[in-house]
């Protein structure tokens, strides 16, 4: 499916078409994902930027059809299995809440862990994009159950999860999921960005 994100989105400033190109379409083609592309994917993620260089993302994946599919997919709420059920794959982002001690301290609590796992996520949905496939985070989720069938150690959080697929006509989704299957718009520029203070 040819992208046509530009004609939707003009950026203030010059700036790559990776971002512009970047979006977050429900309408997946069903096709399989080729494991190697999938770990180009998250390769991306695993070279975000973090707070001391702890790295605390943490990634638990499914292939569409494979033995983890059915679970990881049932862990999405009804709205988001509707559309998702026809992704390539789902990507559970996932943050470690401690950080390690060295030996000379002891662990700690993270108060930056999900900000950190947040740019893995960035970096996924790029990478993604520049692939030929587009991901999907959806925050829709039974997180409780989640923690339970990833097997999560209790140090660990599940973030979000990721639908990643090659983007095709909306045609088979609902009619109000079909209205909102282009590029979103973002704020003006003057409404998030301020010299000097906060107004």
């Known amino acids: 499916m040819p992208d046509t994100t530009l004609q939707h989105r003009t950026p203030n400033y010059p700036i790559d078409s990776i971002f512009i190109n970047r979006w977050s379409p429900r309408a997946f083609d069903s096709s399989n994902i080729p494991d190697e592309d999938l770990q180009t994917i998250l390769e991306a ?3 975000a930027p973090s707070a001391f260089n702890v790295q605390p993302w943490r990634f ?5 059809g494979d033995e983890h599919w059915n679970t990881q997919l049932n862990l999405l709420d009804p709205f988001n299995k509707s ?17 390690s001690g060295d030996g000379t301290r002891p662990d700690k609590p993270s108060n930056y862990n999900s900000f950190d796992a947040g740019a893995a996520w960035a970096q996924l949905a790029l990478q993604a994009s520049v692939s030929g496939y587009k991901a999907h985070a959806m925050a829709g989720l039974y997180f409780d159950k989640a923690q339970e069938a990833l097997k999560l150690p209790e140090r660990y959080k599940v973030e979000i999860a990721v639908a990643i697929g090659k983007n095709t006509t909306p045609n088979f989704l609902a009619p109000v999921l079909q209205e909102r299957e282009i590029p979103s718009q973002r704020l003006a520029s003057k409404d998030i960005i301020f010299a000097g203070t906060f107004s």
């Open 45 to 47: 993620a695993r070279w």
């Open 83 to 99: 559309w998702a059920q026809n992704a390539s794959a789902l990507v559970y982002v996932i943050s470690d809440k401690i950080v």
């Open 60 to 64: 638990v994946y499914s292939h569409r």
